[in-house]
């Protein structure tokens, strides 16, 4: 799921994590191994939001989904592995105009 930028700025907020931006070095390799996603990347590892339908008419949320571990302990080599659905959703507000 490719997020709009105010979707990137709630989910930060309600999960703590880091969006990866498009111009990091790894969004190449990233997208041929997984598709076109915002990533994100928190204490565990690698996460996108897969879309859950709509919660009415002005909202939309995501399921978090890990698709990498961290695999050391400085936080610097991501180990893939299946998608695992986390159960943690991301509820996305319209902002009014």
């Known amino acids: 799921m490719k997020l709009t930028s105010e979707q990137v700025k709630q989910t930060v907020h309600q999960l ?3 969006v990866l931006p498009d111009e990091h070095p790894a969004m190449p390799q990233l997208n041929s191994m997984f598709g076109e996603h915002t990533f994100f990347v928190d204490e565990m590892g690698l996460k996108v939001l897969e879309p ?3 919660l009415g008419s002005d909202r939309e949320s995501g399921e978090v989904v890990s698709l990498a571990d961290w695999g050391d ?3 610097t080599r ?3 592995h299946e998608p695992e659905p986390t ?3 991301v509820v996305f507000e319209h902002m009014k105009h």
Request: charged share 5%; glycine share 20%; net charge negative.
């Open 52 to 54: 859950t339908g709509s």
């Open 16 to 18: 703590g994590a880091q």
């Open 78 to 80: 991501l180990m893939a």
């Open 73 to 75: 302990s400085d936080l």
């Open 87 to 89: 159960g943690v959703i």
